[in-house]
């Protein structure tokens, strides 16, 4: 049971174009969401996070937008560069029993071609 | 700035042999996560400490134990490896368990059974 979805496992952009990765949830549980960016042979860097209270949430270059009602979170960078070419993933997050569970899409390879 | 140090960062074991993984939060941070990523898969949880005491549980097999000393350093520990353990393994660690603050990641360790 996938309660975090991205289903576009890959999406190539040109570059300085806008690049939009998108994820979909189940639990209306989840609260808070993340966007964690991932390069090889890394672990996966934070990269932006959005309250559920919140519709949008703006850092530099990078902007996520929250749709409670469609259950629908996007992450729009732009403009897109080349080293923005790495796996995003999404991550949602709830407070369980005092414990945070962060629950991860399968995430999606971004590609910024020159 | 100091970030999540794992160790080690590559590990061969044979089947049905044992493995230690470690993992050094970034200082102050008092809570610890496993996450476990196989090839082509979003990272699963697996286990989350919080002050050194087991927070919550995710999809950790029996095999597996796992603590948090009282230097906050975590260990896992995988006994009677399987070829189906092979993934990286992942720590992250935030500080307070009951906050929405985001987890950081370390680099990994990529354990492979042969």
């Known amino acids: 049971d996938q309660q975090v979805k991205q289903n576009s496992p890959s999406l190539s952009v040109q570059e300085g174009r806008i690049s939009i990765l998108n994820c979909d949830y189940t639990n209306s549980m989840f609260d808070y969401f993340l966007w964690y960016k991932k390069y090889p042979a890394e672990g996966p860097t934070f990269l932006i996070s959005?309250?559920?209270?919140?519709d949008k949430n703006e850092d530099g270059r990078f902007t996520v937008f929250l749709n409670k009602s469609a259950k629908h979170l996007s992450l729009h960078i732009v403009p897109s560069q080349p080293g923005d070419s790495a796996v995003y993933f999404c991550?949602?997050?709830?407070?369980?029993?005092?414990?945070?569970?962060?629950?991860f899409g399968q995430g999606t390879r971004l590609t910024i071609n020159p | 700035a100091a970030g999540v140090i794992q160790s080690p960062r590559h590990l061969i074991k044979e089947k049905r042999e044992t493995a230690t993984l470690k993992c050094y939060p970034i200082p102050r941070h008092d809570t610890v996560y496993w996450y476990q990523q196989g090839p082509g898969q979003d990272p699963q949880f697996l286990i989350s400490f919080y002050e050194k005491m087991q927070s919550d549980k995710g999809s950790i097999p029996d095999r597996f134990s796992a603590q948090q000393f009282s230097d906050y350093h975590s260990e896992l520990n995988m006994s009677s490896l399987e070829l189906g353990d092979s993934a990286l393994y992942f720590c992250?660690?935030?500080?307070?368990?009951?906050?929405?603050?985001?987890?950081?990641f370390g680099p990994g360790t990529r354990l492979t059974v042969l």
């Open positions: 959005i309250s559920s209270i919140k």
């Open positions: 991550a949602a997050s709830t407070i369980i029993q005092g414990a945070q569970k962060l629950v």
């Open positions: 992250a660690s935030k500080e307070g368990s009951l906050s929405y603050n985001e987890q950081f």
